[in-house]
């Protein structure tokens, strides 16, 4: 089957599941070998602007974010900047609270680092901010040792691994995906952790399912905790601006954050110049 064909069948399918309803709109591509292969879009990306999807609209991708996120961190172990065994204590004390002072970068990136769940009470407006969800994490207690168990982290993993690298190297999780994946890949205005001001109008916006919503899940269950019914997403959620913004100022905290230490893989460190504020996306961690 050629290229073609392979386009032309991709796009049959997408076309008909716009038509039949199921669908608003959808975008798909396919790379082989370092070769865009399929490139095929249908439907609407805002229907209450008759905007249609095209190959550059941006759509609200959830939880793959974390995929991408842990990409940035081995890249930043494969430089030298973080090491897999560094401890989150090291380099943000504060964390070491109720015996979490044995949680690494490993542990966080593993999903085994006990520490799966906000507050039950967090709300959406609390998700935004940054310092109070690491300020929060910092104090709950961990759900079990490290390494011994693992739980998805699917509220609370963008906020320990992005202040681990924060804290670690002086930059936000955000700077470095540019620095080391979206840039150097062509790729800079494409994948964002929070969309730029600038690139708003390029987003497909989130449309709520139709029929009832599936049912929540039981009342004290795993899912349920570090699910709070809060921030538990919908169309709303991920259409939301943060500020009417997506962009802030990352600044530099006063005394230790000032002085951010790189670890070496060989376990040693290295000074760093304090950080300068710098305009960064903030990330809207899911």
């Known amino acids: 089957m050629s290229a073609g064909d392979v386009q032309a069948r991709v ?18 591509a396919l790379v082989e070998h370092g070769q865009v292969v399929v490139d095929a879009v249908s439907g609407s990306a805002d229907p209450s602007q008759s905007k249609a999807v095209g190959s550059d609209t941006l759509f609200w991708a959830a939880s793959t974010a974390k995929g991408v996120a842990s990409a940035v961190a081995h890249v930043l172990v494969e430089r030298g900047e973080l090491a897999y065994d560094l401890r989150a204590v090291e380099v943000w004390p504060e964390f070491g609270a109720h015996g979490k002072d044995r949680i690494t970068l490993r542990h966080v990136l593993l999903h085994t680092a006990g520490v799966p769940a906000p507050p039950y009470d967090t709300t959406v407006e609390q998700l935004c901010n940054w310092e109070h969800m690491c300020t929060v994490l910092a104090e709950v207690e961990p759900w079990w040792e490290p390494g011994t168990r693992f739980g998805y982290h699917a509220k609370t993993f963008g906020f320990l691994l992005g202040e681990i690298v924060r804290r670690a190297t002086g930059r936000t999780l955000s700077w470095w995906l540019r620095e080391v994946v ?105």
């Open 182 to 286: 979206t840039v150097p890949l062509g790729i800079r205005d494409e994948v964002h952790f929070g969309v730029p001001e600038e690139l708003v109008d390029r987003m497909a916006r989130q449309q709520p399912p139709i029929g009832p919503p599936p049912p929540p899940p039981e009342p004290g269950s795993p899912i349920d905790r570090a699910l709070p019914p809060g921030i538990r997403p919908d169309a709303d959620y991920a259409n939301r601006r943060v500020g009417g913004l997506r962009r802030h100022r990352h600044r530099c905290r006063r005394g230790r954050d000032a002085q951010p230490v790189r670890h070496r893989p060989d376990g040693g460190e290295r000074d760093r110049p304090p950080c300068r504020r710098r305009l960064s996306v903030r990330m809207f961690t899911t």
């Open 11 to 28: 796009q049959a399918i997408i076309d008909h599941r716009v038509a039949s309803g199921d669908e608003v709109g959808v975008q798909v």
